[in-house]
């Protein structure tokens, strides 16, 4: 078995729909979302709420709408806000899920490193919120 068949990626469908009034647009998960990634199997629950890729408005052209409302983007919003790994994991993730997804290795690379770059912003934001909790 060679690399890329013993990390392969599985994801359920995303079920969502849009909060109303909120901005950025958050979404809501319907159905939960189950992942197997890296050996390891994650749920993400019914009824959390999610940015998916946060792309600033002028840089959404460059994106297809596949790679910004993917399960990718939903497992890095949740691993971010929960903690359950580090950032760099939590980007890592995020990276191999859109490869897992078939885009193209262009536009993975420019939003991982647009999260390994600027990311830290959310992950200190969700942070210190667990510590207000």
Same mark, same amino acid.
């Given at each position: 078995?060679d690399?890329?068949?013993?990390? @392969?990626?599985? @994801? ?7 909060l109303?009034?909120?901005e950025? /647009? /958050?979404?809501k ?5 189950v992942?197997?990634?890296?050996g390891?199997? #994650?749920?993400i629950?019914?009824?959390?709420i999610?940015d ?6 002028f #840089?959404?052209?460059?994106f297809?709408?596949k ?5 990718a +983007?939903v ?6 806000k929960?903690?359950?790994?580090s950032?760099w994991?939590?980007? +890592? =993730?995020?990276?191999?899920l ?10 993975? #690379?420019s939003m991982?490193?647009? =999260?390994a770059?600027?990311?830290? #912003?959310?992950?200190?934001k969700?942070?210190? /919120?667990?510590? /207000?909790?």
């Amino acid at each position: 078995m060679d690399n890329k068949q013993a990390w @392969a990626c599985y @994801a359920s469908e995303i079920v969502v729909s849009p909060l109303p009034d909120t901005e950025p /647009q /958050q979404w809501k998960v319907h159905e939960p979302i189950v992942i197997s990634i890296y050996g390891s199997k #994650m749920v993400i629950p019914k009824g959390f709420i999610c940015d998916f890729a946060s792309v600033p408005k002028f #840089m959404k052209p460059l994106f297809p709408d596949k790679a910004i409302y993917s399960t990718a +983007a939903v497992v890095h919003d949740h691993l971010y806000k929960t903690g359950l790994s580090s950032k760099w994991m939590a980007d +890592a =993730v995020f990276c191999e899920l859109l490869a897992c997804a078939h885009c193209a290795w262009i536009t993975r #690379m420019s939003m991982w490193l647009g =999260v390994a770059m600027f990311g830290f #912003m959310a992950w200190r934001k969700h942070r210190k /919120q667990d510590l /207000q909790s």
